[in-house]
């Protein structure tokens, strides 16, 4: 691992911005909207089930559920609730998304190298989050939402150092070169 020596003039940087823009609405859409008006968004994955509420609201938090209602349960009861409000997604994809915010970060900052080291921190990482949503899916038992905090965020950390690394070995084979030959 070494600090990067000008971290915010690259590309990467600005990715991590837009990204930043994204978490931060995803905490205030619940914030801004009146208390209690969305709650129980409980559906199916890959479905618009909550079209009706979301109809309702303005520009942006209309999309922020929006994409909530399509790419995540959002189980009312496996949810966190800010202001009275249902957040955009479920307690396990929130700290993913918090999760990547910091993996992201971090790579702001740090570079760091592709190695078996790197491979062990993939299954150590992503095991308990694996082990936990299989246990729940299967009936084995039915987690909390702290333990979908703790298997969530490391699980999105990592994913960010590796959208980080994915940038750095992308940019060493000049694939962002305006200038290259063929």
């Given at each position: 691992m070494k600090r990067r020596i000008h971290p915010f003039q690259s590309l990467f940087f600005v990715f991590f911005i837009f990204y930043m823009i994204w978490v931060f609405l995803l905490f205030l859409a619940p914030l801004v909207l009146p208390s209690g008006?969305?709650?129980?968004?409980?559906?199916?994955?890959?479905?618009?089930?909550?079209?009706?509420?979301?109809?309702n609201m303005s520009f942006p938090w209309?999309?922020?559920?929006?994409?909530?209602?399509?790419i995540?349960?959002?189980?009312?009861?496996?949810?966190?609730?800010?202001?009275?409000?249902?957040?955009?997604?479920?307690?396990?994809?929130?700290?993913?998304?918090?999760?990547?915010?910091?993996?992201?970060?971090?790579?702001?900052?740090?570079?760091?190298?592709?190695?078996?080291?790197?491979?062990?921190?993939?299954?150590?990482?992503l095991l308990p989050l694996g082990i936990d949503g299989i246990g729940q899916l299967l009936?084995?038992?039915e987690s909390t939402n702290v333990v979908r905090i703790l298997t969530g965020l490391p699980a999105g950390m990592l994913c960010g150092v590796a959208l980080g690394i994915i940038f750095d070995e992308l940019r060493s084979m000049h694939f962002f070169n305006k200038n290259k030959t063929l």
């Open positions: 008006s969305v709650s129980d968004l409980s559906g199916v994955v890959g479905v618009s089930d909550n079209d009706a509420v979301i109809r209309n999309a922020v559920y929006s994409v909530g209602d399509r995540c349960h959002q189980k009312s009861e496996r949810s966190l609730y800010l202001n009275g409000n249902e957040m955009p997604f479920c307690t396990r994809c929130t700290a993913i998304w918090l999760g990547l915010a910091l993996g992201l970060g971090f790579m702001v900052l740090y570079a760091i190298e592709l190695n078996e080291k790197f491979f062990i921190a993939i299954i150590f990482s009936g084995f038992w």
